[in-house]
């Protein structure tokens, strides 16, 4: 019965395929729309987290000030930290895999007739496995390099592309401003991050090197700390913010002038904030799911009408109330799961399209593609309810009669 019910809804879409797909169109809209808003907004936020966890597996970054006051304001200055503050870090805190005192500055590099204006940090080697950043070519400083503040510089990607192109630049020279440097590694390429930055546009160098020849001051802008997996990160905050509290000789209920940020609580504040935001436009774009249904209901109140005849022959011979409203509850429900089936396809390939134009990930999400469908034949038969119950109440001598 079911079957024989099924085809006979088919035979009656394909007897006014113009208007059925009409009729779907708002299905159609509706789910490809949230399915390319959910795909979107999933590959967004793994590009996010992605992004983030580069920056540091498990990393805590300090630096002095009190951050940002209020809508555009500036940080709250403050004494900058020292090497020697790094150290103590590095040995009365525990479950630390390594700590990094950074400086930066910007200098115009140049090598031959090439140059480029590029970002400069000065650091230790727990830089590179605070960062997760590996080296792709070279070596990392040595000990008396570090110590004596030798001119040896690392590369990023796009220093390296830019002055030396496809050549090995180690080995060779360049000059950082007035200073000379010799080029003892490159890093591993890591792309552009969620913020805009080209990670990659940057050279790293002893932070001596960097006080003593380029900057002019023994200050560490910030303090890079990874932190041991099954480590609890808060803990370890707590005991850096303890320990700084002291050796800057902060009183009990003077508020820290430094911050210690964990990644972690911006990953989830960056993710949380994508997720809601996806949320939203699918909510929007979910409407017109409504106003498809809504179409779905007027379209199939007009079958009715002009059906009338037909349904009335069809209860004269001994078709029961429920046979009526079941073949047109399973018009419905088939009319618009083909709008969802094809809403679903288009919301895939807008979605694949978009992903690649903006340079996130393609997140394929199964269960979203179920409930799209699933709700798309649950909208054929909440909104087709109506219309096939009025077909099943005709009382046949009317229907008979109707012209």
């Given at each position: 019965m079911l079957w024989e019910t099924f085809f006979l809804a088919l035979r009656a879409i394909r007897r006014n395929a113009l208007r059925s797909s009409l009729t779907i169109?708002?299905?159609?809209i509706g789910v490809a729309a949230?399915?390319?808003?959910?795909?979107?907004?999933?590959?967004?936020t793994q590009k996010v987290t992605n992004d983030i966890s580069q920056l540091g597996s498990n990393m805590l970054n300090i630096r002095p000030g009190q951050g940002m006051r209020g809508p555009g304001g500036a940080r709250s200055s403050s004494d900058p930290f020292t090497v020697e503050d790094a150290v103590a870090i590095e040995n009365n805190v525990a479950?630390?895999?390594?700590?990094?005192?950074?400086?930066?500055?910007?200098?115009?590099?140049?090598?031959?007739?090439?140059?480029?204006?590029?970002?400069?940090?000065?650091?230790?080697?727990?830089?590179?496995?605070?960062?997760?950043?590996?080296?792709?070519?070279?070596?990392?400083?040595?000990?008396?390099?570090?110590?004596?503040?030798?001119?040896?510089g690392i590369l990023g990607a796009t220093v390296r592309e830019e002055l030396f192109g496809n050549q090995s630049p180690v080995g060779q020279s360049l000059r950082l401003g007035?200073?000379?440097?010799?080029?003892?590694?490159?890093?591993?390429?890591?792309?552009?991050?969620?913020?805009?930055?080209?990670?990659?546009?940057?050279?790293?160098?002893?932070?001596?090197t960097l006080q003593r020849r380029?900057?002019?001051?023994?200050?560490?802008?910030?303090?890079?700390?990874?932190?041991?997996?099954q480590i609890s990160t808060k803990r370890v905050q707590e005991s850096i913010e303890q320990l700084l509290r002291q050796r800057r000789s902060l009183k009990n209920g003077q508020p820290n002038d430094f911050m210690v940020r964990d990644m972690?609580?911006?990953?989830?504040?960056?993710?949380?904030?994508?997720?809601?935001?996806?949320?939203?436009?699918?909510a929007v774009a979910g409407v017109s799911l409504?106003?498809?249904?809504?179409?779905?209901?007027?379209?199939?109140?007009?079958?009715?009408?002009?059906?009338?005849?037909?349904?009335?022959?069809?209860?004269?011979?001994?078709?029961?109330?429920r046979?009526?409203?079941?073949?047109?509850?399973?018009?419905?429900?088939?009319?618009?799961?083909?709008?969802?089936?094809?809403?679903?396809a288009l919301g895939l390939g807008g979605a694949a399209g978009i992903c690649l134009m903006i340079g996130v990930p393609f997140v394929f999400n199964p269960g979203i593609i179920a409930a799209a469908f699933l709700i798309s034949a649950v909208i054929g038969v909440v909104f087709g309810y109506f219309p096939a119950k009025k077909a099943a109440s005709l009382n046949p001598i009317e229907a008979l009669r109707y012209e």
């Open positions: 169109l708002g299905i159609v949230v399915i390319s808003m959910v795909t979107v907004g999933s590959g967004a479950g630390l895999n390594a700590v990094a005192p950074t400086s930066q500055v910007s200098r115009q590099a140049i090598a031959g007739g090439a140059n480029w204006s590029t970002s400069i940090t000065g650091t230790t080697n727990g830089y590179f496995p605070v960062r997760n950043w590996g080296i792709e070519e070279g070596r990392m400083f040595s000990d008396g390099e570090i110590n004596a503040g030798a001119a040896v007035k200073i000379s440097f010799k080029v003892i590694g490159t890093l591993e390429k890591k792309g552009q991050s969620s913020f805009g930055r080209d990670q990659d546009d940057v050279v790293i160098i002893p932070l001596r380029l900057a002019g001051n023994t200050d560490v802008d910030s303090i890079m700390v990874s932190v041991r997996d972690k609580e911006i990953i989830d504040t960056l993710t949380g904030t994508t997720t809601v935001l996806t949320a939203l436009l699918s409504l106003v498809g249904g809504i179409g779905i209901m007027n379209i199939m109140m007009v079958s009715v009408t002009e059906r009338t005849r037909e349904i009335g022959t069809r209860l004269a011979i001994g078709a029961l109330e046979d009526v409203l079941l073949q047109f509850l399973v018009e419905s429900a088939v009319l618009t799961s083909f709008g969802g089936l094809i809403g679903i």
